[in-house]
């Protein structure tokens, strides 16, 4: 079974910090991705990576930088946090193929900023 | 990506079917049409995919017309267990990856 391991469940920081992010899976996919997940706004992908080193826009990337330095790693990284972060985050990955292989998502970090 | 369109809630009881109908009119031909399944506190979970007509699984069917216009998550004889946030969603593959967009869902509420 395909496990992606997010760092933290639960994280509180202040306004102004660097707050980095992590996710792990076991799986050895090519594909990770970040969500946000906010009340009445379903999940939004903020960044994804297709490959080690390689990252694109999602589709709310402001605010927010990712590094993929190894293959099982992604992390997500708000350079400076402000309260319209507080958010739960959703870290996913899946293998490359053409048939659209499902992702498979970690279980969340609820970030409060405050 | 195409847009999907679905209930905002729906109610059964247990051991019921419970069908859910997502449309999604802008599908374009390279996009699967996917359903994850979402418990509080936890991630959205891949529940059954499918591209046209039928597909089963253990868990669920998943009914596609021919226009592909909309699709029909079946859930025989649910349970309480199966109280949940069913999100429908298009994938497209691009080069190796498929991007998703999640919409509002559909919370569907079980009771005995």
């Known amino acids: 079974d395909v496990k992606v391991t997010q760092s933290s469940r639960y994280l509180v920081k202040r306004t102004g910090e660097k707050v980095f992010l992590e996710c792990v899976q076991d799986m050895d996919h090519e594909n990770m991705f970040w969500y946000r997940q906010d009340p009445g706004l379903g999940l939004r992908l903020i960044y994804f990576s297709y490959d080690v080193k390689m990252k694109e826009k999602g589709d709310i990337p402001e605010g927010y930088s990712v590094s993929r330095e190894k293959k099982e790693r992604f992390s997500l990284i708000l350079e400076s946090a402000s309260t319209n972060q507080t958010s739960m985050y959703l870290c996913?990955?899946?293998?490359?193929?053409?048939?659209?292989?499902?992702?498979?998502f970690g279980d969340g970090t609820r970030l409060s900023i405050l | 990506l195409a847009k999907t369109t679905q209930p905002i809630s729906m109610d059964s009881y247990e051991g019921q079917e419970v069908n859910i109908t997502c449309s999604h009119n802008?599908?374009?031909?390279?996009?699967?049409i996917t359903w994850y399944q979402q418990f509080p506190s936890q991630g959205p979970r891949f529940i059954i995919q499918?591209?046209?007509t039928k597909v089963t699984n253990e868990v669920a069917s998943l009914f596609i017309p021919a226009d592909r216009k909309s699709s029909t998550l079946s859930l025989p004889r649910v349970s309480l267990s199966d109280t949940a946030v069913y999100y429908c969603?298009?994938?497209?593959?691009?080069?190796?990856?498929?991007?998703?967009?999640f919409g509002k869902g559909t919370m569907l509420l079980v009771s005995p």
């Open positions: 499918g591209y046209k």
């Open positions: 969603l298009v994938a497209r593959t691009n080069s190796g990856y498929s991007t998703l967009t």
């Open positions: 802008n599908i374009a031909t390279n996009d699967y």
């Open positions: 996913a990955s899946s293998s490359p193929d053409s048939s659209n292989q499902p992702q498979h």
